[in-house]
């Protein structure tokens, strides 16, 4: 009995594809070089799936990047959310709701 709840509760948990995830990577491996990021979990959860992001790992996420399927027809299924629980941003497509770490002192050095 235990054995099935658990198959069918991992069959409804929400998770990132394989393009989003590698978007996510991307942006976590340009702040790692910035030293600025240190860790990342990755959460599936049956409503959401969670990226979040630590400058170390044993305190709270600085950023969580969440994907809430539910939302995909209203106010948009992405969103950043900050330590504090303040929605940064939000919207339908996950680079534009990325847009939010882009500012003019970020710069990427080839």
């Known amino acids: 009995m235990n ?3 658990m198959k069918n509760s991992a069959r409804e948990a929400v998770h990132f594809d394989r393009r989003e995830l590698d978007r996510l990577l991307q942006l976590y491996g340009f702040f790692v070089a ?3 990021w240190k860790d990342y979990a990755i959460d ?7 990226f979040s992001v630590f400058r170390r790992a044993a305190e709270a996420p ?3 990047i969440e994907k ?3 939302l995909r027809g209203r106010q948009g299924q992405w969103s950043v959310v900050s330590m504090a629980g303040q929605i940064l941003k939000r919207g339908h497509e996950l680079d534009q709701v990325l847009r939010v770490f882009d500012a003019k002192r970020l710069k990427v050095v080839s």
């Open 3 to 5: 054995d099935l709840r």
């Open 34 to 36: 910035k030293g600025d």
């Open 44 to 50: 599936g959860l049956s409503d959401r799936a969670v």
């Open 62 to 64: 600085l950023y969580r």
């Open 68 to 70: 809430q399927p539910k």
